[in-house]
């Protein structure tokens, strides 16, 4: 009875086709992820992890603008193909790369630099065509089953690099290979998927350059209260998720410095999180999004950012003589709630945004915003760093102060969340939310 209720019928070849590709994106970024970052700061150094962080967000913003040129305007699974299949060749190129012995700031650094592309256009490729797939109403009922194939995906991917961590020492060169072949088979799925049926998919309203782009995000975040003060939390998410991932890094460095072992745990660090990620996505996500709604659901990520950063501030218990502890259950408590409602819910959010401008106005939140609070905080947080090389600071004193303003910073996100939560039944009659009458899917007609 609940499945039926979960999935009904002519929902099973599109759930299962997103999911599919979900998973297979998931375990590719997750694992190429742990690689990039462990890899770098074992062989780099964890300070010097800030510069390849601006410059990631920085090409991300670029990546971003040109994909938003295209997705509304040609057919969005065959753009799907194309990125699966590109993003294979630049796995099986950074695999030589290695394997020729590149500089590790250089290969871990243009690693670190597709994983973070990877990882804003993909899944917001996957997203938008989900979308366009699903109802809002079933949005709310399916994008949280959806979410748990990325769980799933992120266990794999996780469990798959911390054993060849611990057991080879080196996981890079067999996993890039990996990572190539698995997405080459999302590229196959997506190509098999589009032959057999004729896709009618929006085009868009606004030009055809890149202002127009950034034009007409900019002006549905402004005009639409709701989407304005969600734009606002998530720059000043990015700046706190960034100051806390930094952190995090730092206390890890500095406690596990043997061959291997800071990839390890890394990586059994992310699969801890999944066991209480499928019951928050299972029972807790559903339920917010029905109760609170999008009305309120925006608020628990800065208030659970707001705690995490107490945390890492006041909870210096030792771990293995270092203060470690704060910064684990912090960041344990952000990836819960990132992944399994936040995520959710602003992907199900934008699904309220008209077809003919759904891909433009996603990918100017999700790819502008985050990083341009990142960005940020590399700015300030390696200004603190600085100071303290030069003893300025000390090191104690700088972590505090970097951690002061994300604390900051969430405070505020947390206070523009209850804006939202006022502005939210005014923003819902404004005319830029009128969509074009509702057309239904020849996916719907897929059973697999």
């Known amino acids: 009875m609940w499945k039926r209720q979960l999935l009904l019928p002519g929902e099973f070849g599109r759930v299962g086709l997103l999911a599919f590709l979900l998973f297979t994106n998931t375990l590719v970024l997750e694992s190429s992820e742990v690689i990039a970052t462990s890899g770098f700061v074992s062989q780099v150094g964890v300070d010097q992890i800030l510069v390849v962080w601006a410059t990631v967000m920085l090409v991300a913003m670029v990546t971003s603008s040109l994909y938003a040129l295209v997705v509304d305007r040609i057919d969005r699974v065959w753009l799907g193909v194309a990125l699966f299949c590109g993003a294979s060749l630049v796995y099986l190129g950074l695999y030589a790369l290695f394997v020729a012995g590149a500089p590790s700031f250089f290969a871990y650094g243009l690693l670190a630099i597709f994983t973070e592309q990877q990882w804003t256009l993909l899944p917001l490729l996957i997203w938008t065509l989900a979308n366009d797939l699903f109802s809002v109403a079933a949005a709310k009922r399916l994008f949280p089953l959806l979410s748990a ?130 019951v928050i996505q299972a029972f807790l996500t559903p339920w917010l999004l029905k109760q609170p709604g999008f009305k309120g659901i925006f608020a628990v990520m800065p208030g659970s950012m707001f705690l995490a950063l107490l945390l890492m501030l006041f909870w210096l218990a030792p771990v293995g003589g270092l203060m470690l502890t704060g910064a684990i259950i912090g960041n344990y408590l952000i990836r819960l709630v990132l992944t399994g409602i936040d995520q959710p819910a602003r992907q199900a959010f934008q699904g309220m945004i008209p077809d003919q401008r759904r891909g433009r106005v996603s990918t100017f939140m999700e790819g502008y915003l985050y990083p341009a609070g990142s960005i940020l905080s590399c700015l300030v947080t390696g200004g603190v760093v600085l100071l303290m090389q030069q003893g300025w600071l ?51 007609q897929l059973e697999f």
Do not use: C
């Open 149 to 278: 194939s990325v769980l799933i995906g992120g266990v794999v991917g996780n469990a798959l690099v911390a054993a060849l961590g611990q057991w080879l020492g080196a996981a890079t060169h067999l996993l890039l290979v990996l990572n190539g072949v698995l997405l080459l088979l999302g590229a196959v799925a997506l190509a098999v998927i589009r032959l057999r049926v004729t896709l009618n998919l929006p085009s868009a309203e606004a030009g055809d350059h890149l202002r127009d782009m950034v034009k007409e995000g900019f002006e549905f975040v402004r005009e639409v209260p709701a989407y304005r003060f969600l734009a606002l939390i998530m720059i000043l998410m990015g700046f706190a998720l960034n100051t806390i991932q930094y952190q995090f890094l730092v206390d890890l460095a500095a406690h596990f410095t043997g061959p291997g072992q800071l990839q390890t745990f890394y990586g059994l660090f992310k699969i801890a999180s999944v066991p209480v990620l499928l």
């Open 394 to 444: 000390a090191p104690l004193v700088g972590r505090s102060l970097y951690l002061a303003v994300a604390t900051i910073s969430a405070l505020v996100a947390l206070m523009l969340a209850r804006q939202l939560y006022l502005s939210y039944d005014q923003s819902m009659l404004n005319w830029r939310l009128k969509r074009r009458q509702h057309r239904r899917s020849v996916l719907d």
